[in-house]
């Protein structure tokens, strides 16, 4: 596998590192000891998939608070997406920032996204389907969420939204964690 850093501090992209013959391909796509070398998670509670019928539909911007956060490693299967994450730890040089990339069926990559980081995506192609690897098990009650189009972020979604749930709508204005000397 290639791991290849993004702008966020500790989230990568994740690429296969193709073996190919006449037959076709094989490759890697996951490996404990390979995410534990890169200083990443490497637990996996759960993998979930999720299906998307139509083109422009948005899931997200989803996080588990703690004590339960999780990290998460997402691929798509079918179809594209366009998938955003954005750095809610304070304490992080990255702080308040978004990160955006295409994951498709094609380019093949995955997206390792850090746990308190709010994850969502758009999809760019009817009938989507991605995995989701997850280090932590669904905790109701810890689950938090900012929408996805929080002026905080000013995330620049490539089509306009078709399709959202209401609970993704219903999401409360992020409000930045206050440092010391900020009033």
């Known amino acids: 596998m290639l791991f290849t850093p993004t702008p966020l501090a500790g989230a990568f992209v994740v690429e296969l590192e193709l073996r190919s013959?006449?037959?076709?391909?094989?490759?890697?796509?996951?490996?404990?000891?390979?995410?534990?070398?890169?200083?990443?998670?490497?637990?996996?509670?759960?993998?979930?998939?999720?299906?998307?019928?139509?083109?422009?539909t948005l899931r997200g911007m989803h996080y588990q608070l703690p004590p339960v956060t999780e990290t998460k490693l997402?691929?798509?299967?079918?179809?594209?997406?366009?998938?955003?994450?954005?750095?809610?730890?304070p304490d992080s040089p990255t702080y308040m920032q978004y990160f955006g990339i295409e994951l498709s069926a094609d380019n093949r990559r995955a997206l390792y996204i850090p746990d308190m980081f709010a994850h969502g995506y758009q999809t760019l192609t009817d009938d989507c389907e991605l995995m989701y690897q997850v280090s932590e098990f669904y905790t109701p009650g810890y689950e938090a969420g900012v929408r996805y189009d929080d002026?905080?972020?000013?995330?620049?979604?490539?089509?306009?939204v078709d399709v959202i749930s209401e609970k993704d709508l219903l999401w409360a204005p992020y409000q930045p964690v206050k440092t010391e000397g900020t009033h």
């Open 21 to 56: 013959d006449d037959r076709g391909f094989f490759a890697r796509a996951f490996c404990a000891h390979e995410f534990e070398d890169h200083g990443l998670n490497p637990t996996i509670a759960q993998c979930n998939i999720a299906f998307n019928h139509k083109r422009g």
């Open 151 to 160: 002026p905080a972020f000013k995330i620049e979604w490539p089509l306009p």
């Open 74 to 89: 997402v691929r798509c299967f079918r179809g594209a997406i366009y998938d955003v994450i954005v750095d809610l730890r």
